[in-house]
C-alpha cells in the first residue's frame, strides 16, 4: 500500500505490545459490525494473542454462519484485558452492557466509520469517507502484512457487502471493490455469503413486507416515505426486531422519495427511528442528531421519548426542513 493513514501504525504499536484483547460491537449488530469483530479477532488470534469478542445482542439469524466457532459471548463483568477495540460503534453507550464489561483495561481503540462518532477511545481512528468499517480492519491487516485466511475474508467480505447495500450506495469506492477482489482472490465464498444474507428470509419477514407495502404512507409530494412498525405488528407476524434491517430500503427505493422514515415500536413512549437518504443535499445524520442520535448522511438513526403521534410529527416535521433547506 503507498499510502495510509499514521493511525494505523499507531494501532498496530498497541497491538504488538499488548497481549489480552476483548473486540467489542455495537447493539443490534449488523453485518459490517460482526465481520469487522470477527474478522480482527481471527487476525489478533493468528498473532498469537489471547482474545475475547464480546456483544451485548444475540447474533440476527442471518449472520449466525459468520460466527461457526461461536467466537462472539455475551459479556460478563469481571474480566480484565490490556486493549480493548471497539469496531463500527458510533458511540461508547452504543456498546450497551459490552461497554459496561470493558471498563478494566489499560487502553480502549475505537475503530469506526460513523460521522457522528465522538471520538470516545483512547486512540481513535474514526474515517467517515469509508462505506464500512470492514474495510478498515481490511487495511488495517493490509498494513501490518498479517495473512487475509479465508475465514477473515468471508468476514470482511459480509462486512463491506452488507453495509455497501451489495457495493451499490453512493459511498462505495473503487478502493471498496479492490478490496472485495481481493477478499475474493483469498477464498471468499461470495455464493454462500449472498445465499446466506440476502436469500435466506424467514417467512415472518415477508409478512412484515406485506406490512410495509400495504401501511406506508407519503407525504411532501412524495418525497418523503415513512411506516410504523407496532409491537403488535411483530406479534402478528411472528417476526422479531433482527428482521426489520433493510425494510426501509424497499421505502427508499420509490423514485420520487427523497427521505424514508421508519418507525419503531420499543416501548409504548419510546419510538426508534431510522433515516435513509437518496440526495447528497439532506443530510440524515444531521436530523437524528436534533434528536440525540447519529450516523452517516445517508443513513442514520435515533431513539426518541414521547407519545407515537408527538414523535411522528417532531420527525416528519424535521425532515420536511431539511428538504426545504435542500432546495
Ligand atoms: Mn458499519
Known amino acids: 500500500m503507498k499510502s495510509y493513514p499514521k493511525i494505523i501504525d499507531r494501532i498496530l504499536e498497541i497491538i504488538r505490545e499488548n497481549k489480552t484483547f476483548c473486540i467489542v460491537g455495537h447493539i443490534r449488530p449488523d453485518g459490517d459490525c460482526i465481520g469487522s469483530q470477527l474478522g480482527l479477532a481471527l487476525a489478533l488470534k493468528n498473532e498469537g494473542k489471547k482474545v475475547t469478542v464480546w456483544n451485548q445482542d444475540t447474533i440476527p439469524l442471518k449472520y449466525k454462519f459468520l460466527n461457526l466457532d461461536g467466537l462472539i459471548e455475551k459479556p460478563h463483568p469481571g474480566k480484565k484485558f490490556d486493549c480493548v477495540i471497539a ?64 475465514p477473515i475474508a468471508d468476514l470482511l467480505f459480509a462486512a463491506i457487502s452488507t453495509d455497501t447495500g451489495s457495493f451499490q450506495y453512493p459511498n462505495t469506492r473503487s478502493g471498496t471493490f479492490h478490496a472485495g477482489a481481493e477478499l475474493v482472490t483469498r477464498g471468499a465464498d461470495l455464493a454462500k455469503i449472498c445465499d446466506e444474507v440476502y436469500q435466506s428470509y424467514p417467512v415472518s419477514r415477508a409478512k412484515l413486507l406485506k406490512h410495509v407495502y400495504s401501511k406506508f404512507r407519503l407525504t411532501d409530494n412524495d418525497r418523503i416515505a415513512w411506516l410504523w412498525l407496532k409491537k403488535k405488528d411483530f406479534t402478528r407476524t411472528g417476526a422479531e426486531s433482527d428482521d426489520t434491517e433493510g425494510l426501509i430500503d424497499h421505502l427508499r427505493a420509490i423514485k420520487p422519495v427523497i427521505v424514508a422514515c421508519v418507525f419503531e415500536e420499543v416501548e409504548p413512549e419510546l419510538t426508534r427511528i431510522s433515516l435513509r437518504s437518496k440526495s447528497a443535499l439532506v443530510n440524515v445524520n444531521e436530523i437524528a442528531g436534533q434528536f440525540g442520535g447519529g450516523g452517516h448522511p445517508a443513513a442514520a438513526g435515533a431513539r426518541i421519548s414521547g407519545t407515537p403521534l408527538a414523535t411522528q410529527r417532531k420527525v416528519v416535521a424535521a425532515i420536511k426542513r431539511a428538504l426545504k433547506a435542500a432546495k
Open 87 to 150: 469496531t463500527d460503534c458510533a458511540s461508547y453507550e452504543r456498546l450497551g452492557k459490552a461497554g459496561d464489561c470493558v471498563k478494566d483495561r489499560k487502553i480502549l481503540i475505537n475503530i469506526d466509520h460513523h460521522a457522528s462518532n465522538p471520538r470516545y477511545g483512547d486512540v481513535n481512528w474514526v474515517s467517515p469517507r469509508e462505506p464500512s468499517t470492514g474495510e478498515l480492519i481490511y487495511r488495517l491487516l493490509k498494513v501490518a502484512r498479517w495473512p487475509i485466511t479465508k
